[in-house]
């Protein structure tokens, strides 16, 4: 018999001896939010001093996050217009990105709705006492992710577990959608041989690496102001870390992808937006969002 310490559920030392335990990224929570203007720097706070930590990191097979902002001048570079799951596309001024194991989502997932029904009924989902999440922020699109794959620039960059280690100079996130008759399946297999080495591996390139993921609808029993997306699985999501500030390179790099997408056949562009990676623990960028 094993012995545990008294008083602590023994499930905590059965858990962890079963099931897959590689350090791989598996899976993501990705989460894109609006917050309200009138308490945008109570919600920074809110956020990154307790709702990151009790609401994400603290959680069984999550091992690294990293949260990013877009400032004005970023939030002007966004397009098409024509964005289904992004109006307005200033919308979303917060995006945070979570890796989780191999084979563990499905663990994660169910640990992440417990506990965010208890810190809700405490009080704690909430960046106001009594307040409602509703209005105090809305949802663009959060999902939880499984890892479809790299595409590196070169040996020399750190590899995906590491991403969001080391916050790099700017994030810049895609959402493609498949075409009617096309599947994601073929839609990723696209981007993966043909899109994406021309942006990420061309000389010169300031993509460091591009990675690939594919949104899991939400779950019937999601928390109520999580806003669901129709479609979703006919979406792969692109996260390009870059070594520069999104500003310096868009023109040079990112336009354009609107119609390189549509000329692949399969897919379309549905939006392509910049971020700058936020300082952590400070209230750095809340003064210029609005």
Known sequence: MTETTAGVDPAYRALPTVGPYAPDLGSALITWVEPNKANVVEYNRWYEDDHMITGAMSMPWMFACRRFVAPLALQALRYPATSRVVQPLSNGKYIGLYWVNGGRLDDHEQWSLGTNYRLHADGRGVCTPGGDPTVERSHVITNFNDYLGPVYRDPSVPADVHALMDPPGGLVVELIEATAGNSRADLDAWIAAE???????????????????????????????????????????????????????WSSTFEGHDTLVAAGGVGRLDVCVPFLPTKHGTNAYTDDLF
């Open 195 to 249: 899109y994406l080495p021309g942006i990420v591996q061309r000389a010169g390139s300031p993509v460091m690496q591009a990675l690939r993921f594919a949104p899991r609808p939400l779950p019937g029993d999601k928390l109520s102001h999580v806003r669901s997306v129709d479609d979703v699985d006919r979406i792969v999501t692109v996260l390009y870390f870059c070594d520069r500030d999104p500003r310096d390179i």
